[in-house]
């Protein structure tokens, strides 16, 4: 079984509908992240969390809210879909090493289309 | 914010060929990352370094911390070895959270 996990894996909406993406780990790390990849932009940071207590705005935030629901469960939220939000969404984990750096574990991505 | 430039954006080559990505950055960092991303979507991380080499198979990663420089070599490449290839840099995370900060790709084929 897969590590990380998303769901759904495909998805297709119309504008203003609210949608929410999941993803679910069994690693046991308390870090996890979301990340959207657009063509020609690569990937970049929606939201981070440390810990079930500790959310933190990624350099794209505008539009999404995130919910921590417990260690394994890390929801992104799109409160009225846009079309500019179509992309493929990666849900990430990570766990520090000894040096402090992390080593980052993806899921298989979520493809949204916002019609 | 650092910025990640990676070259080239495309490469196409005959199977066996010696394969060499580069990536640069701007900012000082705690590791650098190349990841793989097959045609179905997926993201595997291929090596976490923060200075000198890393080999895994035919695959070998290298990194200059002073020129802030890195670069991803595949020797005796194989069709197999078609994929986007992502270098991704990290700050020093200490007790924060940051995410990775990632170049826009490099898309390989490789032909029979």
């Known amino acids: 079984d897969a590590d990380v996990t998303q769901t759904p894996r495909n998805r297709i909406t119309k504008t203003g509908k609210r949608i929410m993406l999941e993803c679910s780990q069994t690693k046991g790390h308390d870090r996890m992240y979301w990340y959207r990849q657009d063509p020609g932009l690569g990937l970049r940071l929606i939201y981070y969390s440390f810990d079930v207590k500790d959310i933190n705005k990624g350099e794209i935030s505008d539009g999404y809210s995130v919910s921590r629901q417990a260690q394994a469960k890390f929801s992104l939220s799109l409160e009225s879909a846009i079309p500019n939000q179509t992309a493929l969404y990666f849900c990430a984990t990570s766990e520090p090493t000894g040096q402090g750096y992390n080593e980052q574990f993806f899921g298989p991505g979520t493809r949204l289309t916002v019609l | 914010k650092n910025e990640v430039e990676q070259s080239p954006q495309n490469l196409t080559a005959q199977e066996g060929e010696f394969i060499t990505i580069n990536c640069s950055y701007s900012v000082g960092i705690s590791a650098l990352h190349w990841l793989q991303q097959h045609p179905g979507g997926g993201i595997v991380s291929l090596f976490m370094?923060?200075?000198g080499k890393k080999k895994h198979g035919r695959l070998i990663a290298t990194i200059n911390i002073q020129e802030k420089h890195s670069s991803l070599h595949i020797t005796a490449s194989h069709p197999r070895d078609s994929a986007v290839y992502i270098c991704?840099?990290?700050?020093?995370?200490?007790?924060?959270?940051?995410?990775?900060?990632f170049g826009k790709g490099t898309h390989l084929i490789i032909q029979p």
């Open positions: 991704a840099v990290g700050a020093y995370s200490g007790g924060g959270a940051d995410g990775l900060t």
């Open positions: 370094l923060s200075s």
